[in-house]
């Protein structure tokens, strides 16, 4: 196990030194496609592959990512290829993470993975984003764990793993306790119905401005929250905030009247194929 200690390490530094060349603190989530902007690595959307991500090593760094993945997912793997990039391994393609996980140990994937982990979940930023909640993570229920993991813009088992493998916040118990919650089961406690819509949690202490869905997502916003856009349409109240369902490309002013609150809801369309950075541009007739 010495040699995945020293990865981590690696790719904790390097986590950090990437986040301070571009100006981000070490307590805030970002935005993985504004961060590959900032740094020249083109990245695109694809349908109709079956991998996760592909590095291609070209003059203008360009990474690929399969549009059929969860958005989550999509922001994780963008995350993992940016991690070849600044460790220079080449050119790479990454298969299916069920399909990677039934061979051995490869040192570059673990590297990468532990990067994008370090990069979008900071352990400054897993601490505040829980205490801003008073929640406390030895005992942090399930759809705590969600909404949190909303907020990094990662997926629920993602989060749970970075908190018990990487940063080591959870006990093994713990963590094994929150993965048998299922997201069906997570969304009918957050909702009080059953719902099989991917769903969007942007709560009080959502730490930034921007939040990135897809057409036919559902978004629970805070109570009395009101929107000034038909991209999102108010779906109904719930007992821990209102519904919104995303409806056509484009972006979103939310906001609560008479409050400092407020945020800008990203929407492209589902399963978007094209360049990253026009992912939430509004369709235009014939198109």
Known sequence: MKIHTELAKQALEKSLEIREEYRYDFRTPLCIYGLCER??????????VSMEGIYAALDRPTILLSSLRPLM?????????????????????????????????QPNEFLADSF??????????????F????????????????????????????????????????????????????????RERLLSFATTEPLMVVDRQYPIGTVDVEVGTLVLLP?????????????????????????????????????????????????YAGLARYRHLEETDGE
Not at 39 to 48: D, E, L, S, Y
Not at 116 to 129: E, N, S, T, V
């Open 39 to 48: 740094a020249k690595v083109k990245v695109q959307f694809v349908n109709g």
């Open 73 to 105: 997912r999509r922001s994780f793997t963008c995350a993992h290829e940016l991690g070849h990039h600044v460790f220079g391994h080449g050119s790479t393609i990454d298969e299916l993470k069920i399909e990677a996980a039934e061979g051995k140990f």
């Open 116 to 129: 994008a982990g370090f990069l979008l979940m900071p352990a400054q930023g897993i601490k505040r984003a």
């Open 131 to 186: 205490s801003s909640r008073n929640i406390e993570l030895v005992n942090a229920k399930p759809e705590q764990i969600y909404t949190v993991a909303c907020s990094f813009g990662v997926g629920y088992e993602t989060l749970i793993g970075h908190l018990r493998w990487a940063v080591q916040y959870i006990t093994p118990d713990h963590g094994a306790l929150l993965r048998k919650m299922k997201l069906p089961q997570i």
């Open 223 to 271: 109570i009395g929250t009101l929107v000034e856009s038909d991209h999102i349409a108010f779906f109904k109240d719930a007992p821990s905030g209102r519904l919104f369902r995303a409806m056509r490309p484009g972006l979103a002013r939310a906001a609560i009247p008479g409050e400092n609150w407020g945020v800008v809801v990203r929407v492209s369309r589902y399963q």
